[in-house]
């Protein structure tokens, strides 16, 4: 592939910032080998699980439980088994 080649992929699949990242240089400065070893797997990859956003507190998650115990939206049954989730 000739490097006018390689940077239109590059500029197509937005893989400018993930090369940075994993050579610690613009694309630019990247030689031709690298890059197509790099293009070749990139979008190959499978996707990593996203770690939840927030973490959950614990106390508001009881406080809610009781709350929809005693409005009779849950049953204690149910409230229990959430309540062994957390």
Request: glycine letters at 6%; charged letters at 35%; hydrophobic letters at 40%.
């Given at each position: 592939m000739s490097r006018k080649e390689l940077y239109a992929k590059i500029k197509e699949l937005g893989a400018a910032d993930a090369i940075k990242t994993k050579f610690g240089d613009n694309y630019t400065r990247v030689s031709n080998a690298n890059?197509?070893?790099?293009?070749?797997?990139?979008?190959?990859?499978?996707?990593?699980?996203?770690?939840?956003?927030?973490?959950?507190n614990k106390e508001a998650m009881?406080?809610?439980?009781?709350?929809?115990?005693?409005k009779r939206v849950l049953t204690a049954k149910e409230a229990e088994e959430v309540a062994a989730l957390l």
């Open positions: 890059l197509e070893d790099f293009l070749r797997g990139f979008g190959k990859k499978t996707p990593k699980k996203r770690a939840a956003s927030k973490k959950v009881v406080k809610l439980l009781s709350t929809l115990q005693a």
